[in-house]
Protein backbone atom coordinates (compact mmCIF):
# COMPACT_ATOMS: atom_id res chain seq x y z
CA UNK A 1 0.00 0.00 0.00
CA UNK A 2 1.23 3.40 -1.18
CA UNK A 3 2.21 6.01 1.85
CA UNK A 4 0.11 8.92 1.67
CA UNK A 5 2.06 11.75 0.44
CA UNK A 6 2.48 15.13 2.44
CA UNK A 7 -0.03 17.73 2.22
CA UNK A 8 0.92 20.83 0.04
CA UNK A 9 1.82 23.88 3.06
CA UNK A 10 4.24 20.50 4.37
CA UNK A 11 6.03 20.18 0.76
CA UNK A 12 6.42 24.15 0.32
CA UNK A 13 7.50 24.37 3.93
CA UNK A 14 8.04 28.20 5.36
CA UNK A 15 10.46 29.14 2.79
CA UNK A 16 7.42 28.33 -0.13
CA UNK A 17 4.63 29.81 1.67
CA UNK A 18 6.26 32.86 2.12
CA UNK A 19 7.40 33.10 -1.46
CA UNK A 20 3.70 32.43 -2.75
CA UNK A 21 2.23 35.10 -0.59
CA UNK A 22 4.95 37.45 -1.66
CA UNK A 23 3.50 36.53 -5.79
CA UNK A 24 -0.04 37.13 -4.88
CA UNK A 25 0.29 40.34 -3.01
CA UNK A 26 2.69 41.50 -6.58
CA UNK A 27 0.11 40.02 -8.39
CA UNK A 28 -2.79 42.08 -6.69
CA UNK A 29 -0.55 45.55 -6.62
CA UNK A 30 -0.60 45.43 -10.61
CA UNK A 31 -3.84 44.79 -10.90
CA UNK A 32 -5.09 47.86 -8.54
CA UNK A 33 -2.84 49.72 -11.16
CA UNK A 34 -4.38 48.40 -14.26
CA UNK A 35 -8.33 48.36 -13.30
CA UNK A 36 -8.63 51.74 -12.90
CA UNK A 37 -6.60 52.80 -16.11
CA UNK A 38 -8.88 50.56 -18.02
CA UNK A 39 -12.55 51.60 -16.96
CA UNK A 40 -10.71 55.59 -17.07
CA UNK A 41 -12.15 56.88 -20.11
CA UNK A 42 -16.13 56.84 -18.91
CA UNK A 43 -15.30 58.48 -15.44
CA UNK A 44 -14.24 61.39 -14.65
CA UNK A 45 -11.64 63.79 -17.44
CA UNK A 46 -7.83 62.69 -16.90
CA UNK A 47 -5.45 65.16 -14.97
CA UNK A 48 -3.67 66.23 -18.70
CA UNK A 49 -7.09 66.88 -19.97
CA UNK A 50 -8.65 68.82 -17.32
CA UNK A 51 -5.14 71.44 -17.21
CA UNK A 52 -5.93 72.13 -21.21
CA UNK A 53 -6.78 76.55 -21.21
CA UNK A 54 -9.97 77.22 -21.92
CA UNK A 55 -9.78 79.51 -24.97
CA UNK A 56 -9.72 83.52 -23.98
CA UNK A 57 -12.49 85.75 -24.65
CA UNK A 58 -11.86 88.71 -26.59
CA UNK A 59 -11.69 92.21 -24.60
CA UNK A 60 -15.52 93.43 -23.92
CA UNK A 61 -14.65 97.32 -25.52
CA UNK A 62 -12.88 95.91 -28.72
CA UNK A 63 -16.25 96.44 -30.62
CA UNK A 64 -16.80 99.98 -29.36
CA UNK A 65 -13.21 100.95 -30.12
CA UNK A 66 -13.38 100.60 -34.07
CA UNK A 67 -17.27 101.83 -33.87
CA UNK A 68 -15.61 105.21 -32.70
CA UNK A 69 -12.85 105.12 -35.37
CA UNK A 70 -15.29 105.35 -38.11
CA UNK A 71 -17.42 107.56 -36.28
CA UNK A 72 -18.44 110.94 -38.16
CA UNK A 73 -15.71 113.67 -38.04
CA UNK A 74 -16.62 116.60 -34.72
CA UNK A 75 -19.07 119.37 -36.05
CA UNK A 76 -17.28 122.77 -36.72
CA UNK A 77 -20.28 124.31 -34.30
CA UNK A 78 -18.38 126.50 -31.73
CA UNK A 79 -19.51 126.62 -28.38
CA UNK A 80 -22.25 129.58 -28.94
CA UNK A 81 -24.17 127.22 -31.39
CA UNK A 82 -23.01 128.89 -34.71
CA UNK A 83 -21.15 127.29 -37.70
CA UNK A 84 -17.58 128.90 -38.31
CA UNK A 85 -17.10 130.27 -41.32
CA UNK A 86 -14.35 128.94 -43.73
CA UNK A 87 -13.26 129.89 -46.94
CA UNK A 88 -12.51 127.44 -49.62
CA UNK A 89 -9.52 129.09 -51.54
CA UNK A 90 -6.37 128.74 -52.41
CA UNK A 91 -3.84 131.64 -53.14
CA UNK A 92 -0.99 132.12 -55.16
CA UNK A 93 1.61 133.81 -53.02
CA UNK A 94 4.23 133.87 -55.71
CA UNK A 95 1.72 136.01 -57.91
CA UNK A 96 1.15 138.16 -54.67
CA UNK A 97 4.51 138.88 -54.60
CA UNK A 98 5.64 139.49 -58.06
CA UNK A 99 2.38 142.02 -58.01
CA UNK A 100 4.64 144.25 -55.53
CA UNK A 101 7.30 143.82 -57.21
CA UNK A 102 5.87 145.57 -60.52
CA UNK A 103 4.24 148.24 -58.69
CA UNK A 104 7.71 149.01 -56.89
CA UNK A 105 9.35 148.98 -60.26
CA UNK A 106 6.94 151.74 -61.51
CA UNK A 107 7.49 153.76 -58.04
CA UNK A 108 10.60 153.80 -58.54
CA UNK A 109 10.62 155.57 -61.71
CA UNK A 110 7.94 158.04 -60.61
CA UNK A 111 10.28 158.67 -57.48
CA UNK A 112 7.74 156.80 -54.91
CA UNK A 113 9.27 155.19 -51.71
CA UNK A 114 8.66 151.42 -52.36
CA UNK A 115 6.08 149.85 -50.86
CA UNK A 116 5.68 146.91 -48.65
CA UNK A 117 3.34 144.26 -47.80
CA UNK A 118 1.40 144.66 -44.75
CA UNK A 119 0.13 141.56 -43.22
CA UNK A 120 -3.49 142.67 -42.30
CA UNK A 121 -3.92 143.99 -45.84
CA UNK A 122 -2.62 141.42 -46.96
CA UNK A 123 -5.49 139.78 -44.65
CA UNK A 124 -8.30 142.03 -46.13
CA UNK A 125 -6.84 141.73 -49.57
CA UNK A 126 -7.34 137.70 -49.58
CA UNK A 127 -10.93 137.80 -47.68
CA UNK A 128 -12.11 139.83 -50.23
CA UNK A 129 -10.39 138.30 -52.98
CA UNK A 130 -12.09 134.86 -51.69
CA UNK A 131 -15.42 136.41 -51.56
CA UNK A 132 -15.35 137.59 -55.06
CA UNK A 133 -13.94 133.54 -56.09
CA UNK A 134 -17.02 132.58 -53.67
CA UNK A 135 -19.36 134.43 -55.80
CA UNK A 136 -18.30 134.51 -58.62
CA UNK A 137 -17.52 138.69 -58.94
CA UNK A 138 -15.32 141.46 -59.44
CA UNK A 139 -16.00 144.50 -57.55
CA UNK A 140 -14.99 146.49 -54.12
CA UNK A 141 -18.06 146.05 -52.28
CA UNK A 142 -18.37 142.71 -50.56
CA UNK A 143 -21.43 139.89 -50.86
CA UNK A 144 -21.84 140.98 -47.73
CA UNK A 145 -22.44 144.50 -48.57
CA UNK A 146 -19.08 145.58 -46.93
CA UNK A 147 -16.83 148.04 -48.24
CA UNK A 148 -13.11 148.27 -48.66
CA UNK A 149 -12.49 150.26 -45.74
CA UNK A 150 -15.00 147.75 -43.15
CA UNK A 151 -13.01 144.58 -44.38
CA UNK A 152 -9.10 146.56 -43.33
CA UNK A 153 -10.56 148.07 -40.60
CA UNK A 154 -11.79 144.03 -39.59
CA UNK A 155 -8.58 142.98 -40.50
CA UNK A 156 -6.91 145.37 -37.59
CA UNK A 157 -5.21 147.78 -39.97
CA UNK A 158 -5.85 151.55 -39.52
CA UNK A 159 -4.60 153.88 -42.52
CA UNK A 160 -6.42 152.55 -45.20
CA UNK A 161 -5.99 154.10 -49.07
CA UNK A 162 -7.70 152.62 -51.22
CA UNK A 163 -8.39 149.00 -53.26
CA UNK A 164 -7.93 147.21 -56.87
CA UNK A 165 -9.76 144.15 -57.91
CA UNK A 166 -9.37 142.27 -61.01
CA UNK A 167 -10.19 138.83 -62.54
CA UNK A 168 -7.90 136.85 -64.64
CA UNK A 169 -4.61 137.17 -66.31
CA UNK A 170 -1.02 137.07 -64.15
CA UNK A 171 0.59 139.14 -62.41
CA UNK A 172 2.26 140.87 -65.70
CA UNK A 173 -1.01 141.38 -66.95
CA UNK A 174 -3.12 142.72 -64.20
CA UNK A 175 -0.47 145.44 -63.34
CA UNK A 176 -0.41 146.68 -66.84
CA UNK A 177 -4.00 147.01 -67.33
CA UNK A 178 -4.22 149.52 -63.75
CA UNK A 179 -1.65 151.66 -64.86
CA UNK A 180 -2.85 151.70 -68.16
CA UNK A 181 -6.29 153.33 -66.39
CA UNK A 182 -5.71 156.45 -65.21
CA UNK A 183 -7.31 156.54 -61.99
CA UNK A 184 -5.88 153.03 -60.74
CA UNK A 185 -2.64 154.55 -61.68
CA UNK A 186 -2.84 157.38 -59.51
CA UNK A 187 -3.55 155.10 -56.29
CA UNK A 188 -0.71 152.60 -57.19
CA UNK A 189 1.40 155.43 -57.80
CA UNK A 190 0.55 157.56 -54.51
CA UNK A 191 3.41 158.46 -53.01
CA UNK A 192 1.92 159.46 -49.72
CA UNK A 193 1.09 155.18 -49.54
CA UNK A 194 3.67 153.18 -47.55
CA UNK A 195 2.03 149.53 -47.26
CA UNK A 196 0.37 147.29 -49.82
CA UNK A 197 -1.98 144.14 -49.54
CA UNK A 198 -2.25 141.45 -52.80
CA UNK A 199 -4.79 138.34 -52.26
CA UNK A 200 -4.68 136.16 -55.69
CA UNK A 201 -7.30 133.29 -55.13
CA UNK A 202 -7.22 130.83 -57.68
CA UNK A 203 -10.24 128.91 -59.40
CA UNK A 204 -8.36 126.64 -61.62
CA UNK A 205 -5.38 129.11 -63.44
CA UNK A 206 -8.11 132.08 -62.84
CA UNK A 207 -7.03 134.33 -60.14
CA UNK A 208 -9.02 136.83 -58.15
CA UNK A 209 -7.60 139.90 -57.52
CA UNK A 210 -7.35 142.22 -54.64
CA UNK A 211 -5.01 144.95 -53.93
CA UNK A 212 -5.56 147.05 -50.74
CA UNK A 213 -3.00 150.13 -50.57
CA UNK A 214 -2.39 151.87 -46.49
CA UNK A 215 -0.80 155.20 -45.19
CA UNK A 216 0.65 153.17 -41.84
Request: contains cysteine.
Amino acid sequence: MTAPQPGLVARLGPTGIAAAVTAVLILFGIGAMIIPALTDGGGEPSAAAAATPAPVAAPEGAEATEAASSAAPPSTATTTGKATPTVNASFNSGYEDRVVQLVNSERRKAKCEALRMHPQLRAAARAHSADMLTHDFSGSQGSDGSSPQDRVSRAGYSGFADELVGKGGDAGDVVKGWLRDGNDREILLDCATKSIGVGAAMRGRTPYWTVDTGRA
